[in-house]
């Protein structure tokens, strides 16, 4: 497993943006697959975007166009910069990671979780 820990949270303005980092510790991140989950009061965590170890990316449809994922194996962090936000994506934000692949849109899939950081959107 390897230790994460989420930043980059706070209150913002609908249309605005916001970038998460994810800082990971213990062992390198160049083999896992990394992710962003969101969890909104009173609903199911849902994936957000994922990207392999391999490079590639994948997105849920609700944040295709606004949200991108990235990773710099070097530093050890996972980014997740957020354009054009809205209500709905008010939640806690998760960094997730596994060393093994899987279904990558599943929470199921990821052995190591960060504690989240909240995001607001205010309209």
């Known amino acids: 497993q390897v230790q994460l820990v989420e930043s980059g949270g706070g209150l913002v303005q609908a249309g605005a943006s916001l970038r998460l980092s994810c800082a990971a510790s213990g062992r390198t991140i160049t083999n896992f697959y990394m992710a962003w989950f969101r969890q909104a009061p009173g609903k199911e965590r849902e994936f957000v975007a994922a990207?392999?170890?391999?490079?590639?990316?994948y997105y849920a449809d609700s944040v295709k166009g606004r949200f991108t994922i990235s990773r710099d194996n070097a530093k050890n962090t996972l980014g997740l910069q957020m354009n054009s936000l809205n209500s709905e994506d008010t939640a806690v934000y998760y960094c997730a990671a596994s060393g093994t692949s899987g279904i990558l849109s599943r929470p199921t899939a990821y052995d190591s979780w960060g504690k989240g950081t909240q995001v607001t959107v205010s309209s």
């Open positions: 990207a392999t170890k391999f490079g590639d990316t």
